[in-house]
């Protein structure tokens, strides 16, 4: 299964709203159904918050493990993005998250699912 015990933070090195955008290009899973390897994107954008509020951000290197954890685990491109979703939600406890997965294309379908936590600002919706 997906470790979310992988994931580590860091303190937010600011008082003022940022964003923070992560990209994974070459995510992993397994078709549950046909156990042929699922390719796709994993983009990662939240709002932490503030310094004084405790806030704090993903370690790059912890959430690459994290993500590469699903390789060989056969599980559906919903549940894949609803659970980093509440993986990272549970983890860093943001103003906001957004989570977008863009699936290779398999049979002449291409996917793309989002899950987001809290209010995501309309301009970050994409």
């Known amino acids: 299964m997906p470790d979310p015990s992988l994931l ?3 303190p937010t090195p600011a008082e003022t709203p940022f964003v923070v955008e992560h990209v994974q290009e070459e995510f992993t899973s397994v078709c549950p159904e046909t156990g042929h390897p699922d390719f796709g994107e994993v983009t990662v954008l939240f709002e932490p918050r503030s310094k004084s509020a405790g806030g704090v951000c993903v370690e790059l ?9 699903f390789r060989n685990e056969g599980i ?4 894949v993005t609803n659970r980093i ?3 990272l939600a ?5 103003a906001w998250l957004l989570i977008v ?6 049979g002449g379908i291409r996917s793309t699912i ?8 309309i301009e970050w919706m994409r």
């Open 85 to 87: 979703r509440d993986d």
């Open 61 to 69: 290197k912890s959430l690459k493990l994290y993500l590469q954890s």
């Open 76 to 79: 559906y491109y919903e549940a």
């Open 90 to 94: 549970a983890c860093m406890g943001p």
């Open 8 to 10: 580590e933070t860091f």
């Open 101 to 106: 997965t863009d699936w290779k294309g398999r």
């Open 114 to 121: 989002r899950a987001a936590h809290g209010e995501v600002p």
